[in-house]
């Protein structure tokens, strides 16, 4: 089914990770698309056929019982703007300060209705620079405060390691190896100049369930993870049908109890009695799940990954382990596990 | 008939010609007789709201980029003031000013945009602002501020959450905000009462006390809801409930010679008039008229005519019709 919803990439990094760079060569190439560009400040893109709104980043706290969850008043106003002109837009790029969180942006598309049905997240896109990041990202940060390059590559859909023609060998494989500590789940594009292929950049789906499920080998990458207080991910992946009012007891549990921490977390999983796959995503608490294409005869394979802070592997595994139905009880046809 | 803009707000001239503003800041007159259309002035605030001064001569515009004014004859350019998001333009009751909001602070100007009262900083990006009698009322995150009658010192009434509308009551007693959390905050100006609606499907974008300030209707839900502000207030009354709208009320407008009419529009172009005499609180009213839709795209503002008969709808798609009401 074709969504005409307006595709919203929202580009982060580190400052002078390359973001504006990147900005400027998604705007000046030949694509044909009319883009609107949210902004933190004026001027720092200036293209004729773009049109740019600056933001201010006003973070609200919600009061719907979600302890995490933020959204960005200036975003829902602006956008708010840009979606009842007559001069309709292809697709909306929203770029982030250098320090920025990007939870409150993501976020801001699952919490308010308006911007749902006009607009689709597609991606979070992370600008790292690969001479410099190492020392942001390894930055030990006093009590309560956070790390925000961590924060940006935890969040993550696509990493971007700008400047590689300035950093060593030796500097990119640390910094790579860095990132995939953090978050194993986004794939990584070396760049000289921001000069990375767009079409790895934009219409990614990232937050589309079905191309959750296009882009299912992403979840399989996972990295040895030891239990501290860092940032980092790790993925699950279990044969076996699942409870589906087990899982929901339990994803709502552990959301609802360490959503501050877990950043996003994604998901196929297979239902005991249900043909179809089940995707699901969050971004801290705000969970979005459906029914979406059919098994049929490939092998039903449970794979999720858990991004944040304070990861217990095992715990996690444990607790998934546990909404999985005997083979007993199953009510899942013989034949397709 | 239709137009070649797509409106987000209109006002009326008189009975026989619109102004219908734009979000890139276009402003359209529209003889509704002849149908004649001609661009009146271009805003280069771009458009969020448009205001016409009580006199008629005076047009106030709030954008994206600030606000400006013009004169509503020829659409001269009197003043503007660029640089931050404004969403409110509201005249006094006297004509003689104008209150906008201008980012994080409101600035009233006289009819020719000299600033009369500039405020200190809010928390956040003012996000509606309304009269009080002299007094102002503002909506910013965290609580709605109320000025003295030089509108120069505030007092703020706390509430966390994200604050999208206000509207003051007429008589000056009750103040309410639609919120991003889906409720509605109703505060009592003389003391420090605080009501909370909550349990709408949506955000609450559209709250509207009526011309005597014994009904408030608000949007959140499919259907219009219609609180009752008589005597006591609202505590412990259900609503009346204005049913069958589809997507939320999209326009909500009182009616300027009968305090019980009330009209609706909504995202699938729906249009109704509703008699609140008729209404039963907790229960679904029966619409007065519900007029064939001539569009299917948003209804974005609704504006009664001098005498209360008619109506005349502005959607989205630039589709303007008038309907008798009577």
């Known amino acids: ?337 | 008939m239709s137009v070649n803009i797509n409106p987000i707000d209109a006002c009326s001239l008189d009975d026989e010609r619109v102004l219908l503003l734009d979000a890139e800041g276009h402003i359209c007159e529209v003889f509704l007789t002849s149908r004649e259309v001609t661009l009146k002035c271009e805003a280069s605030v771009g458009g969020n709201r448009i205001s016409l001064s009580p006199n008629r001569e005076i047009l106030a515009c709030a954008g994206p980029e600030g606000f400006a004014l013009f004169k509503s004859d020829d659409g001269t350019l009197l003043e503007s003031r660029r640089g931050s998001w404004s969403s409110v333009a509201k005249w006094h009751d006297s004509g003689n000013r104008v209150l906008f909001t201008f980012g994080k602070s409101i600035c009233v100007t006289d009819s020719y945009g000299v600033p009369i009262v500039e405020s200190e900083n809010f928390s956040s990006t003012v996000t509606d602002a309304s009269w009080i009698g002299d007094k102002i009322a503002v909506a910013a995150y965290g609580g709605v501020s109320v000025s003295d009658e030089q509108g120069s010192k505030f007092i703020k009434r706390e509430f966390v959450g994200s604050l999208l509308c206000l509207s003051a009551s007429p008589t000056g007693d009750w103040i309410v905000s639609g919120n991003q959390d889906a409720s509605l905050q109703v505060y009592k100006v003389s003391d420090d009462t605080r009501l909370e609606m909550q349990g709408f499907p949506r955000k609450v974008t559209i709250a509207e006390f009526n011309l005597d300030g014994k009904w408030l209707a608000n949007n959140g839900a499919d259907e219009v809801t219609v609180w009752s502000f008589a005597g006591k207030g609202p505590k412990g009354r259900s609503p009346v409930i204005l049913p069958k709208h589809v997507g939320g009320g999209t326009a909500i407008s009182w009616s300027k010679t009968d305090a019980n009419l009330i009209a609706t529009g909504d995202s699938i172009g729906q249009l109704r008039v509703w008699d609140l005499k008729l209404g039963l609180e907790g229960k679904p009213l029966y619409p007065r008229n519900h007029f064939e839709s001539m569009s299917n795209s948003p209804v974005k503002s609704i504006l009664w005519d001098s005498h209360g008969s008619s109506i005349i709808a502005v959607h989205h798609d630039g589709i303007i019709y008038r309907r008798e009401t009577s």
């Not at chain 1, 698309?33 to 400040?41: D, F, L």
């Not at chain 1, 191309?211 to 207080?229: E, R």
């Not at chain 1, 607790?319 to 083979?327: D, Q, Y």
């Open chain 1, 1 to 337: 089914m074709n969504d005409s919803r307006i595709p919203v990439t929202v580009l982060t990094g580190f400052l002078g990770s390359g973001k504006t760079t990147l900005l400027n060569r998604i705007l000046n190439e030949n694509h044909g698309m009319r883009i609107a560009v949210i902004e933190n400040e004026f001027g720092e893109v200036g293209i004729d056929d773009a049109l740019v709104m600056a933001a201010d980043e006003e973070i609200f706290e919600m009061n719907n019982g979600c302890i995490c969850c933020t959204v960005r008043g200036d975003l829902i106003r602006i956008l708010g703007n840009l979606l009842q002109r007559k001069d309709k837009f292809d697709r909306i790029l929203i770029e982030t300060t250098g320090m920025a969180d990007p939870a409150p942006v993501a976020q801001t598309f699952f919490v308010d209705d308006e911007l749902k049905e006009s607009c689709r997240l597609d991606a979070i896109i992370t600008m790292v620079d690969a001479k410099h990041a190492l020392q942001h990202l390894t930055e030990i940060k006093e009590k309560n405060f956070e790390n925000e390059a961590v924060e940006q590559v935890a969040f993550a859909d696509r990493i971007v390691l700008n400047k590689v023609d300035i950093a060593t060998p030796k500097e990119q494989s640390e910094v790579v190896a860095e990132i995939k500590k953090i978050n194993s789940a986004a794939p990584i594009f070396t760049a000289e100049n921001a000069n990375v292929d767009l079409k790895e950049l934009l219409d990614i789906g990232a937050f589309d369930l079905q191309k959750v499920l296009d882009n299912d080998p992403a979840f399989l990458i996972d990295t040895d993870h030891v239990h501290d207080s860092s940032i980092s991910s790790v993925g699950i992946e279990l044969t076996g049908n699942l409870d589906i009012e087990k899982l929901n007891k339990w994803l709502g549990k552990l959301l609802g109890e360490k959503g501050t921490d877990i950043f996003r977390s994604k998901g196929i999983l297979s239902i005991d009695g249900n043909e179809e796959r089940y995707c699901f995503h969050a971004v801290h608490m705000l969970f979005s799940g459906e029914f979406t294409s059919a098994w049929g005869k490939s092998e039903r394979i449970n794979k999720m990954v858990f991004i944040g802070r304070n990861l217990n592997r095992k715990e996690l595994t444990d607790g998934f382990k546990k909404c999985i139905v005997s083979s007993k009880t199953s009510k899942t046809l013989a034949g397709k596990k």
